[in-house]
């Protein structure tokens, strides 16, 4: 196990230091391959979705990291400090080092991995999207059972701080957003998924070739995990190899 605790970034309101990360790796650097960050999805998500499903595949031919977002799994929980440009930070502090690398997410993951790729396109080199949060959609907020102790950090829930209103002020993805990206980019909907209908605003901006469909829920890294992480294992080695349907910008 690992931590990201670097100085405080100079954006950062004085006294504020950035939340302490839960931070993993899988498989070793290899000198052709992308690194790969794996980010999950919200409040009940964590590294561990991915850890248990896809990771272990994606790391036979490139390394992996994998983090808990701030307020989730073993990250710090702060009463605040959720809104994407947080997220963005947290990524920052974790790819640190790595030059050029792919992002996979889910739901709130792929939002933040969309994100990135927008806002560092020299960086971020590849990107799979698997049921995110497109248009209206946004991830899903329930909250958690309430807690009787408090005496971890951890133990605060996710509704006793700033996280539902936070995400809620984000301007969603919509296809000028998804239209901007200039690295090659696979979105994967569940098509019984509540968030199915942003295949559609996913197409118009980024072609059929970039959109897949699967049977599955929201959860699709979980319902339909096997051919989910086929599809991500096939597009990295596209990317790797600079295969034309993994061309994009």
């Known amino acids: 196990m690992s931590t990201a605790t670097p100085p405080t970034a100079p954006d950062r309101a004085p006294g504020v230091d950035p939340p302490e990360l839960h931070v993993r790796r899988m498989g070793r650097r290899k000198p052709a391959a992308l690194p790969v960050v794996m980010l999950h999805g919200a409040v ?24 808990d977002l701030r307020g989730h799994g073993l990250s710090h929980r702060p009463a605040t400090g959720y809104r994407m440009q947080d997220h963005l930070d947290d990524l920052s502090r974790v790819t640190e080092g790595l030059g050029s690398f792919a992002l996979v997410g889910h739901s709130l993951g792929g939002w933040i991995a969309v994100e990135a790729a927008r806002a560092w396109p020299q960086r971020v080199a590849a990107l799979v999207g698997v049921d995110i ?16 102790s408090d005496r971890r950090r951890h133990s605060i829930p996710l509704s006793a701080t700033s996280f539902r209103d936070d995400l809620a002020a984000e301007p969603p993805l919509d296809t000028v957003a998804l239209a901007s990206l200039r690295c090659p980019a696979l979105l994967a909907f569940g098509r019984q998924s509540p968030f199915a209908s942003g295949a559609t605003v996913a197409r118009a901006a980024l072609g059929d070739e970039a959109v897949r469909m699967f049977d599955g829920g929201h959860a699709l890294h979980l319902d339909a995990a096997d051919a989910v992480t086929d599809a991500i294992v096939r597009f990295l080695a596209q990317v790797t190899s600079g295969a034309p349907g993994a061309r994009r910008g």
Request: charged share 15%; net charge neutral.
């Open 133 to 148: 949060p497109i248009g209206d959609k946004r991830p899903r907020l329930e909250t958690e059972p309430p807690t009787t």
């Open 44 to 67: 009940t998500g964590s590294m561990a979705s991915w850890w248990m499903t896809s990771a272990p595949h994606v790391a036979a031919a490139n390394q992996v990291v994998l983090y």
